[in-house]
């Protein structure tokens, strides 16, 4: 920092050439470290400003149906066949509408993208949906904490709202129904899957056209609900107008460009990226409207930027 400083019109590649000449027995860091640091510190000036991207605030209180829906999933519970039971539900925020509530036997998000597709279909997308940090919302060993779900949502227009780890009560309103379904639909539990379910389907017609609800005014979901006007048509065409190239993620999780392999995320599989050259030997790597990270032809390895969906993940009191 103290080098760009002194020389403003010197880049990653020679401040990292100084290094390594003024202190040789030190390994010095990677060109994309040393300009993905400067960039940290507002020392970088771009070339072409980056389009506005959402921020996020604090966790969102929303005033109208649509604007906020929840997911997670009810803790396990066993059937009378000795199986595990995990239910996947979804609901809107403002109106309690209770979307889905469907009896998987497992966590996986190969499970949970025809629940959620089906409930596009139905009612439309939200503007936002809020879920925990576990599987398969979140996966923690992934770029930015994201997983191939979230993604899927970040294509759809859909804003990602996370609640602190280890405060449920973030996303009390959902977690208020669970008590609900719990105490209506597993004691006792059904036999098999197959019941299971028919008890969460009576369950989900009476929660929302039966039973009053006292934050509601004693109203039903049913009459607070109406359907979103952002019908899902299925994922939309992405472009980089505005960067050297288009490239597609691989299905190992890597950008190959110029005969080099870099490592991305597994999550983005199959996502087409955009990759622009913003310095000598230097690219930067952008999703959608978030900008990832940097790369260069020495190391090959992204130096992540400071998490573009982090503001999403929220630490503010509950609501």
């Known amino acids: ?39 940290r510190h507002g020392l970088v000036q771009r070339r072409i400003r980056r389009r506005n991207r959402a921020t996020g605030t604090a966790l969102s209180v929303p005033g109208q149906p649509n604007e906020l829906w929840c997911a997670d999933y009810k803790g396990e519970f066993m059937l009378a066949d000795r199986r595990y039971c995990y239910p996947l539900t979804i609901t809107d925020s403002a109106s309690r509408y209770l979307f889905a509530c469907e009896a998987l036997s497992t966590t996986k998000e190969a499970y949970a993208f025809p629940v959620f597709e089906a409930v596009f279909k139905r009612f439309g997308l ?14 923690p060993n992934s770029l930015f904490n994201l997983s191939k779900l979230s993604v899927w949502w970040l294509r759809l227009g859909i804003e990602i709202e996370r609640i602190k ?38 369950f989900i017609e009476c929660y929302n056209t039966e039973r009053p609800h006292q934050a509601l005014n004693m109203r039903m979901p049913a ?22 190239k288009t490239v597609t993620v691989t299905t190992c999780g890597r950008i190959c460009f110029n005969r080099q392999k870099i490592n991305l ?55």
């Not at 019109?9 to 202190?23: F, T, V």
């Not at 639909?185 to 379910?197: D, E, H, I, S």
Request: hydrophobic share 30%; net charge neutral; glycine share 6%.
């Open 126 to 139: 939200p503007n936002a949906i809020r879920t925990d940090n576990g599987v398969p919302f979140a996966s």
């Open 223 to 244: 009459e607070c609900y109406r359907p979103s006007t952002r019908r899902y048509t299925g994922l939309p065409e992405l472009e980089y107008p505005f960067h050297d």
């Open 165 to 202: 780890p280890g405060h449920p009560q973030q996303n009390g309103r959902h977690e208020r129904m669970h008590l609900t379904l719990k105490l209506e639909t597993t004691k006792p539990a059904g036999k098999n899957f197959l019941q299971q379910q028919a008890k969460f389907d009576d």
């Open 265 to 319: 995320s597994t999550v983005f599989a199959g996502q087409k990226v955009g990759i622009k050259q913003v310095s000598d030997e230097i690219w930067l790597v952008t999703f959608m409207d978030y900008d990832l990270g940097y790369f260069d032809h020495e190391t090959c390895r992204l130096e992540p930027l400071a998490n573009p969906f982090g503001p999403r993940v929220l630490q503010m009191p509950p609501t």
């Open 1 to 39: 920092m103290r080098l760009k400083q002194d020389k403003p019109n010197w880049g990653a590649p020679k401040i990292r050439e100084r290094l390594s000449r003024l202190y040789p027995d030190v390994h010095a860091p990677a060109i994309s470290t040393v300009h993905a640091i400067l960039d």
